[in-house]
Structures are given as structure tokens and as C-alpha cells.
Nanobody
Framework: QVQLVESGGGLVQGGGSLRLSCAVS????????MGWFRQAPGQEREFVAS????????RYEDSVKGRFTISRDNAKNTVNLQMTSLKPEDKAVYYC??????????????????WGQGTQVTVSS
């Protein structure tokens, strides 16, 4: 059984920064592709970033490139999302997700089997 718990969300002014963390339980975490997704009210779930099991490959949604950085620490079973230069349009519930098969790098949410409960990010203008 894999469980994911996000933390680090909150309210920040536009241009500010937040760091989201996801703690993962499960013996095979280090072999999973990990991703971050977000969902704003009334909108579909959106891919934000993904990272391969080794941490070598990373992929970002275009609107966050250069502003967000995904990282992982396999020794600590954590994956992080450093968000800078935040904009009001980044406001959403952010979800951490785990893909055990390795096909999730492209950002298709259906490839991810395990999800956290989400953490709210609010950016004021």
C-alpha cells in the first residue's frame, strides 16, 4: 500500500514562493515516477511536473517552466515542488501522485495509481 501526504500549501502574495512537500510510504517508492498535478475550482486536473525514479528526467507544464522545480529524495521518501514567482493563476489544490509503471512522465494523470489528499495554494494579486 502506498500513501502520499502533501504539505506546504498556503496563502502567498503574487511573486512569492512556496515549497510543497510530499511524504511517501511504501517500500518501492524509489522505483516510482512521481508527479505534481493541480486543480482549480471548475477546471480539470492539470499536470504540473514529473520526475523519474532516478531524478534525472524532469518535465514541466509550459506555464510553470522556469518558475517551478520538482525534486525528490529517495532516501527520505519525499518529493518536493519549489514554486517561485507565483501568479494568481497558480491558485489551485495541488496533488502529489505516484506512478509505479514509469509511463507518467508525459503527464497523463491516468498513469498515476496513488494520490495524496491535496494541499491548497492561494496566490493573492
Amino acid at each position: 500500500q502506498v500513501q502520499l501526504v502533501e504539505s506546504g500549501g498556503g496563502l502567498v502574495q503574487g511573486g512569492g514562493s512556496l515549497r510543497l512537500s510530499c511524504a511517501v510510504s511504501g517500500r518501492t517508492y524509489s522505483s516510482y515516477t512521481m508527479g505534481w498535478f493541480r486543480q482549480a475550482p471548475g477546471q480539470e486536473r492539470e499536470f504540473v511536473a514529473s520526475i523519474s525514479w532516478s531524478g534525472i528526467r524532469r518535465r514541466y507544464e509550459d506555464s510553470v517552466k522556469g518558475r517551478f522545480t520538482i525534486s525528490r529524495d529517495n532516501a527520505k521518501n519525499t518529493v518536493n515542488l519549489q514554486m517561485t514567482s507565483l501568479k494568481p493563476e497558480d491558485k489551485a489544490v495541488y496533488y502529489c501522485a505516484a506512478d509505479p509503471r514509469g509511463f507518467g512522465m508525459i503527464g497523463e494523470w491516468t498513469e498515476y495509481d496513488y494520490w495524496g489528499q491535496g494541499t491548497q495554494v492561494t496566490v493573492s494579486s
